[in-house]
């Protein structure tokens, strides 16, 4: 079965660079979530769109921003970066209604960034 | 205030010894949902399971176990003989059905299993 795919998996940037952050949300699922894990932490939310509208915001910085695409697909956009953005960024993606009944909440690969 | 505790940081032990993973959350949702996750070295999350408030029975997966109880808000995680395969980060995580189905993370523990 086709899962939340992300790209790339693993990416290095220096200081003040901008990074993008790919994810592919499993077919039919119209809502994507993104999550921050800093080295040690849990992971924490960051934003979610929901029909390429942005539904929830949690604690991302004004340096990030994303979006959702017609194809459901999604980008986080990084600028600017810092050494502190070093983490791994996970991807989940689910069907709107039904969701936890139905559907779990699953969550891709993740992408390692890393800030030199 | 809804959120997920889980107090231990770190445990240690040897192959084949019982481990219980503590969890507990807090929520003012009547309906909710539970989670557990692996996260081993390699860095991807692992669902192990979902429950949701009103299935109160408790799991049995293999070598996994899960005892929920909503008269204490606990969803403990038990892995019975213990491998070394076993030895991850493994977090409990609360959805917020009212914030668009985010989830929120306890800090996760960290359990070593050595042979």
């Known amino acids: 079965a086709a899962g939340v795919i992300q790209s790339p998996r693993h990416l290095i940037k220096e200081k003040r660079e901008t990074a993008t952050l790919k994810c592919y949300p499993i077919?039919?699922?119209?809502?994507v979530y993104w999550y921050q894990q800093g080295p040690g932490q849990d992971p924490q939310f960051l934003i979610s769109?929901?029909?390429?509208?942005?539904?929830d915001k949690g604690s991302i910085p004004d340096r990030f921003s994303a979006q959702q695409f017609s194809d459901y697909h999604s980008e986080l956009n990084m600028s600017s970066l810092e050494l502190g953005d070093s983490a791994l960024y996970f991807c989940?993606?689910?069907?709107?209604?039904?969701?936890?009944?139905?559907?779990?909440?699953?969550f891709g690969s993740g992408t390692r960034l890393t800030v030199v | 205030a809804q959120k997920v505790t889980q107090a231990q940081t770190e445990i240690s032990v040897v192959e084949k010894e019982d481990v219980t993973l503590d969890c507990v959350y807090e929520?003012?949702?009547?309906?909710?949902?539970l989670f557990w996750y692996k996260q081993p070295p390699s860095g991807e999350l692992v669902f192990l399971i979902r429950?949701?408030?009103?299935?109160?029975q408790n799991e049995i997966s293999g070598r996994y176990s899960w005892n929920f109880q909503k008269s204490t808000s606990s969803f403990n995680f038990t892995i019975t003989a213990s491998q070394v395969v076993d030895s991850a980060v493994y977090f409990c995580?609360?959805?917020?059905?009212?914030?668009?189905?985010?989830?929120?993370f306890g800090a996760g523990t960290i359990l070593r299993v050595k042979s």
């Open positions: 989940a993606s689910s069907p709107r209604t039904g969701v936890v009944a139905n559907y779990g909440y699953t």
């Open positions: 769109f929901y029909e390429k509208m942005q539904s």
């Open positions: 077919p039919r699922h119209d809502t």
């Open positions: 929520t003012r949702d009547t309906t909710y949902y």
């Open positions: 995580a609360l959805i917020l059905m009212e914030y668009g189905n985010k989830l929120v």
């Open positions: 429950r949701n408030s009103f299935d109160e």
